[in-house]
C-alpha cells in the first residue's frame, strides 16, 4: 500500500518561507498530476499548485508568485516552497497525487501564518 508522507508546516511570520515536501512509500506509477491543495477551517478544499506529467503547472489565483511547484518523477516528490506567506494561507496543506487509476493523498500538514 502506498503512503503519502508529507513534511515542512509549522508556524510563520506573515512574509516568511516554508518549504513543503512530499515523498511516497512506494513508487508510483501511471502518474498523471502531482499537486497540493489545502483547507481552511469552514472552508472547502481547494487546489494550491499541480504539476502535470507533460510538464505544464498550475496554480491558484491566490498563491501565483509566491508559490512554486517542484517534481522529480524519478523519486516521486513533489515539493512547495512557499513564499510572503499571508494570514489567509492558513490552513492543512495536503500533497496529492492522481494516476490512471486512482488518487492518492496524505495525511495533511499544517500551516499557519501569524504574528
Known amino acids: 500500500q502506498v503512503h503519502l508522507v508529507e513534511s515542512g508546516g509549522g508556524l510563520v511570520q506573515p512574509g516568511g518561507s516554508l518549504r513543503l515536501s512530499c515523498g511516497a512509500s512506494r513508487r508510483i506509477g501511471r502518474i498523471n498530476r502531482m499537486g497540493w491543495y489545502r483547507q481552511a477551517p469552514g472552508k472547502q478544499r481547494e487546489l494550491v499548485a499541480a504539476?502535470?506529467?507533460?510538464?505544464?503547472?498550475n496554480y491558484a489565483d491566490s498563491v501565483k508568485g509566491r508559490f512554486t511547484i517542484s517534481r522529480d518523477n524519478a523519486e516521486n516528490t513533489v515539493n512547495l516552497p512557499m513564499n510572503s506567506l499571508k494570514p489567509e494561507d492558513t490552513a492543512i496543506y495536503y500533497c496529492?497525487?492522481?494516476?490512471?487509476?486512482?488518487?492518492?493523498w496524505g495525511q495533511g500538514t499544517q500551516v499557519t501564518v501569524s504574528s
Open positions: 504539476s502535470t506529467s507533460g510538464g505544464s503547472t
Open positions: 496529492n497525487v492522481e494516476t490512471m487509476y486512482r488518487d492518492y
